[in-house]
Nanobody, 123 residues
């Protein structure tokens, strides 16, 4: 059975940084894309960032380009999201997802989802 455990969320002031981690267990995902999505109160879940299995391809939503960096460690079956220059509009529950084949930005491509971690940015 696959489990995804997210960590690293919390409360931070605008302009600050956080690093989210998501560790997968139960199977290896080195051949599959891993990604991060977020959902703010009253809004639909949206794509944030994705990374291909070998780490050679990444994708970001325009709102986070230049501020967020996604990476992965296949030896640890873990994906990371380094978030810098955080803004109040980044406040949301962040979900990691694993198992995508090609379209890293499409939620339906992912097979497994984490439980979410809250990120709150105070202005």
């Amino acid at each position: 059975q696959v489990h995804l455990v997210e960590s690293g969320g919390g409360l931070v002031q605008a302009g600050g940084s956080l690093r989210l981690s998501c560790a997968a267990s139960g199977r290896t995902f080195s051949s599959y894309g891993m990604g991060w999505f977020r959902q703010a109160p009253g809004k639909e879940r949206e794509f944030v960032a994705g990374i291909a299995g070998d780490g050679g391809r990444t994708a970001y939503t325009d709102a986070v380009k230049g501020r967020f960096t996604i990476s992965r460690d296949n030896a640890k079956n873990t994906v990371y999201l380094q978030m810098n220059s955080l803004k109040a509009e980044d406040t949301a529950v962040y979900y990691c997802a694993v198992g995508a084949m090609w379209r890293l930005w499409v939620a339906q491509e992912y097979q497994y989802w984490g439980q979410g971690t809250q990120v709150t940015v105070s202005s």
